[in-house]
């Protein structure tokens, strides 16, 4: 008898969940969409300041002009379930796959970094583009394409 594969479920995680976390969120669903890859994406921080707030404007304003839609994402703060719920947990940063390790329980998805994928030995990290200009969430965004090729192309 065959064993009908797992659903894929990604989870995407970062500080606050209204910069990077969401615009990885909005680019893979749109990607893997485009790919015809069936899988469910969701987004967390793992701080609470911004709980049911929408992305940073300008994360929304610098993946409109890649003609992804943001906009409907509310932040959320991670918990001890996503662990369960997830198939693929993805950290923008170092201190974020911390945070994780701390809260994950044990049998739990194991986060990883989501630049990992590119195997870049200089770029390991998404930087927050949070507290600097436009071309952050540029530089952000391109990041995130690169990754989410890698993911998807490592699904096929």
């Known amino acids: 008898m065959n064993e009908r594969p797992k659903e ?3 989870l ?10 969401p615009s990885a969120e ?6 893997a969409e485009q790919a015809g890859v069936s899988l469910f994406v969701d987004s967390a921080g793992t701080g609470d300041w911004h709980v049911g707030q929408a992305p ?7 993946a409109a002009t890649r003609d992804i839609d943001m906009r409907d994402i509310r932040a959320r703060q991670v918990c001890t379930e996503d662990f369960s719920r997830f198939t693929h947990i993805f950290a923008m940063d170092q201190s974020n796959v911390a945070a994780l390790m701390a809260l994950r329980p ?5 986060p990883q970094l989501f630049l990992d994928l590119i195997a870049d030995p200089v770029i390991c990290e998404v ?8 071309e952050g969430f540029v530089h952000m965004l391109d990041l995130i394409e690169g990754a989410t090729q890698s993911f998807l192309r490592s699904l096929s």
Not at 26 to 31: E, P
Not at 106 to 110: N, P
């Open 106 to 110: 044990q049998g739990g998805t194991t």
């Open 56 to 62: 940073d404007k300008r994360a929304i304003a610098a």
């Open 12 to 21: 995407f995680v970062c500080l606050g969940n209204i910069c990077r976390s």
């Open 127 to 134: 930087p927050d583009p949070y507290y600097g200009g436009q």
């Open 8 to 10: 894929l479920k990604v």
């Open 26 to 31: 909005a680019v893979l669903r749109i990607r």
